[in-house]
T-cell receptor
Framework: NAGVTQTPKFQVLKTGQSMTLQCAQDMNHNSMYWYRQDPGMGLRLIYYSASEGTTDKGEVPNGYNVSRLNKREFSLRLESAAPSQTSVYFC?????????????FGDGTRLSIL | GEDVEQSLFLSVREGDSSVINCTYTDSSSTYLYWYKQEPGAGLQLLTYIFSNMDMKQDQRLTVLLNKKDKHLSLRIADTQTGDSAIYFCADTGFQKLVFGTGTRLLVSP
C-alpha cells in the first residue's frame, strides 16, 4: 500500500525560482495537510484542506499557495522561493479532520533554496 | 492558542526504560497521539490514548495521561538501539493536530 506519496524527494532551487510539491494519497481520506519541519521547531502547519474543494491557512502560510486538485491530490506551490523556505516538507492525510482521526504522513521533500 | 511542549533530548542505555514527557494546554482534547520519526523518514503513528483513559499499554509502550495536570507520557520498556528516533506528541485541535517540538531519543549500547 502506497499511503501518502510525495514528489520529489529532494530539490535544490535558486532564490526566486518557483516550484510545486506534489502529494497524493490512496486511502480515500477527506483531509490533507502540508507541514514544514525545521530543527528545534517541530512541525508547523502551512495549509490544510479539510475536505475536497476547501483550503485553509495554517500557522505559517506566507510565501505558499495550495491546490486541492481532487480528493487524492494536494499540491504546495512556492511562487518565488526564498532561503528561509529551506526545510523538509511533509504532506499528511486523515479520514476526517475531526478529533478522533490520526494523520498519516508521507516521507517528506527535502528542499534547499540557495 | 493550543500549545504542546516537550523536552528536546533524552539519552538512555540499551535495556533501560525511557520516559518521554509532554504537556498540553487544550482542556477539550479528545485524543492524544504519539508519533515516531526515524532519520530521513516521515512521522509514523505509534499509539494514541482517548482522553477518558488514564493508561494504555501496547507491548513495550505505555502511555500515561494525567488530564488534571494536562500531562502525557510515553514509556518504552527495554529500550533498543532501534528505538533511537524523534518522538512527537500531538493534541487534537479544530480540524488539525497540534504537534510538540519533538524529543530526540538516543539509545546507546
Amino acid at each position: 500500500n502506497a499511503g501518502v506519496t510525495q514528489t520529489p524527494k529532494f530539490q535544490v532551487l535558486k532564490t526566486g525560482q518557483s516550484m510545486t510539491l506534489q502529494c497524493a494519497q490512496d486511502m480515500n481520506h477527506n483531509s490533507m495537510y502540508w507541514y514544514r519541519q525545521d530543527p528545534g521547531m517541530g512541525l508547523r502547519l502551512i495549509y490544510y484542506s479539510a475536505s475536497e474543494g476547501t483550503t485553509d491557512k495554517g500557522e505559517v502560510p506566507n510565501g505558499y499557495n495550495v491546490s486541492r486538485l481532487n480528493k487524492r491530490e494536494f499540491s504546495l506551490r512556492l511562487e518565488s522561493a526564498a532561503p528561509s523556505q529551506t526545510s523538509v516538507y511533509f504532506c499528511a492525510s486523515s479520514f476526517r479532520g475531526s478529533h478522533n482521526q490520526p494523520q498519516h504522513f508521507g516521507d517528506g521533500t527535502r528542499l534547499s533554496i540557495l | 492558542g493550543e500549545d504542546v511542549e516537550q523536552s528536546l533530548f533524552l539519552s538512555v542505555r540499551e535495556g533501560d526504560s525511557s520516559v518521554i514527557n509532554c504537556t498540553y494546554t487544550d482542556s477539550s482534547s479528545t485524543y492524544l497521539y504519539w508519533y515516531k520519526q526515524e532519520p530521513g523518514a516521515g512521522l509514523q503513528l505509534l499509539t494514541y490514548i482517548f482522553s477518558n483513559m488514564d493508561m494504555k499499554q501496547d507491548q513495550r509502550l505505555t502511555v500515561l495521561l494525567n488530564k488534571k495536570d494536562k500531562h502525557l507520557s510515553l514509556r518504552i520498556a527495554d529500550t533498543q538501539t532501534g528505538d533511537s528516533a524523534i518522538y512527537f506528541c500531538a493534541d487534537t485541535g479544530f480540524q488539525k493536530l497540534v504537534f510538540g517540538t519533538g524529543t530526540r531519543l538516543l539509545v546507546s549500547p
